[in-house]
């Protein structure tokens, strides 16, 4: 049976806001239950929500787990949103293996858990990386104009756009 892990956040802001991430504690033992959090760039501080400013170019992703040997499934949610957001194509770089997904393609990858030990707590630091480049198929927001009146969404650009979606306040599509 599948069992639910915890999960971690990215998000990318305009100024410096690292220093208000959000750290997590890990429990020294090992138990079954995975957990995943980003990693700061000293391997000092690990966080679950992980604040980074735009022309960040990659970010230490670690998996703690007991499970020596399992296989483990990594999901990404909102990658659409998060790469039109914020200009960048996140790419799971998998080290150990030297497998590169773009997980604007595929959002799931499956692994099987390194060997880790109670001095590592059980937890792989060294193994993934979270990758940012910049996605040249977007259209500037400074190009697109957008306007709302009379019940009509008015969507305006120099260039051609695909497709239009919006979204509510909880990531639901209201429109497409």
């Given at each position: 049976s599948e069992q639910e892990s915890n999960?971690?956040?990215?998000?990318l802001t305009n100024t410096d806001e690292s220093d208000q991430s959000v750290k997590t504690?890990?429990?020294?033992?090992?138990?079954?239950?995975p957990e995943v959090f980003f990693?700061?760039?000293?391997?000092?501080?690990?966080?679950?929500?992980?604040y980074t400013s735009r022309g960040?170019?990659?970010?230490?992703?670690?998996?703690?787990?007991?499970?020596k040997g399992s296989e483990l499934t990594r999901s990404f949610e909102n990658v659409n949103e998060f790469?039109?957001?914020?200009?960048?194509r996140p790419v799971l770089v998998d080290k150990k293996i030297g497998r590169e997904q773009d997980l604007l393609k595929t959002s799931v990858y499956r692994f099987t858990q390194s060997e880790t030990t109670s001095e590592q707590q059980?937890?792989?630091?060294?193994?993934?990386v979270l990758r940012l480049e910049p996605h040249n198929d977007l259209i500037s927001t400074e190009s697109v104009k957008i306007?709302?009146?009379?019940?009509?969404?008015?969507?305006?650009?120099?260039?051609?756009?695909?497709?239009?979606?919006?979204y509510d306040l909880y990531g639901r599509v209201v429109h497409n």
């Open positions: 999960y971690a956040v990215l998000e504690m890990l429990y020294p033992e090992g138990h079954t239950t990693i700061e760039p000293d391997q000092k501080e690990y966080n679950l929500v992980q960040t170019k990659a970010l230490p992703l670690a998996v703690k787990s007991s499970q790469t039109y957001a914020n200009g960048v059980y937890s792989d630091n060294n193994r993934f306007t709302y009146s009379s019940s009509t969404l008015s969507v305006n650009s120099e260039k051609i756009i695909e497709q239009v979606q919006v």
